[in-house]
């Protein structure tokens, strides 16, 4: 039976408020990514964006814990988690696509852009300025974009290795322009992260148990 205040009988509003917001986000987990090529393992956008929360929600803490860093690690994961939210509405455009030309690459910002204010207008009035700097990427800070930019790469990167590892050849140029892309942003949290949490990535289940 649906969810209504009758049967449960609460009344905490006396003009209930109906939003679609969660309903749209619930079906992140139907959106695919890297649709033009062959996955041996398919990932979509909902687990994608756990793990670069995670991964964003840590490259903040070693950049405050090791290099002098004021990051708000719980606000990095929080926008983290919704970086891709749009994606709901515009599906996940494949990266050769979206960089193919300046043209396409304006055009999807604005499409981008109007699926955030779309997504941010089905919430309830009085969350809107909570979740605006979350949906909206133009109000995260720098060094928060920052962070889950290069968390979304690392990210992308273990994708990569996955699908090689798996023997899957058509990740490897990929994963090259990655590890190229990673290398240039010159974030010393990045470099630590890639060199204490990446290697064992690639291990098996035993191999894991065999080392810890």
């Known amino acids: 039976m649906p969810y209504s205040e ?4 609460i009344n905490l509003l006396n003009t209930p408020i109906t939003s ?4 749209y986000l619930s079906r992140l987990r139907w959106i695919k990514r890297w649709g033009l090529k062959r996955n041996a393992h398919e990932e979509n956008v909902m687990e994608h964006s756990w793990e670069v929360a995670v991964i964003a929600h840590t490259l903040a803490l070693i950049k405050n814990r090791y290099f002098d860093g004021q990051v708000d690690a ?5 926008a983290a988690l919704y970086h891709d ?3 709901v509405i515009t599906g996940d455009l494949p990266t050769p696509i979206k960089y193919h030309s300046p043209a396409i690459l304006v055009a999807y910002k604005q499409i981008e852009q109007q699926a955030e204010t779309e997504l941010l207008n089905l ?3 009085a969350l809107r300025d909570d979740f605006r700097a979350l949906i909206q990427h133009e109000q995260l800070s720098e060094p928060h974009q920052q962070i889950i930019k290069a968390a979304d790469k690392i990210s992308a990167y273990l994708k990569c290795q996955a699908e090689l590892k798996a023997g899957n050849s058509e990740f490897e140029t990929a994963a090259e322009q990655l590890v190229k892309n990673i290398g240039e942003l010159q ?9 204490t949490f990446v290697p064992s990535c690639g291990l098996t289940l035993d191999g894991l148990m065999q080392t810890h």
């Open 6 to 9: 009758s049967n449960q009988g």
């Open 20 to 23: 679609h917001f969660y309903a």
């Open 74 to 78: 719980n606000a990095v994961a929080a």
């Open 85 to 87: 939210i749009t994606e």
């Open 123 to 125: 919430l309830p009035a």
């Open 187 to 195: 974030q010393p949290e990045v470099v630590f992260f890639m060199q």
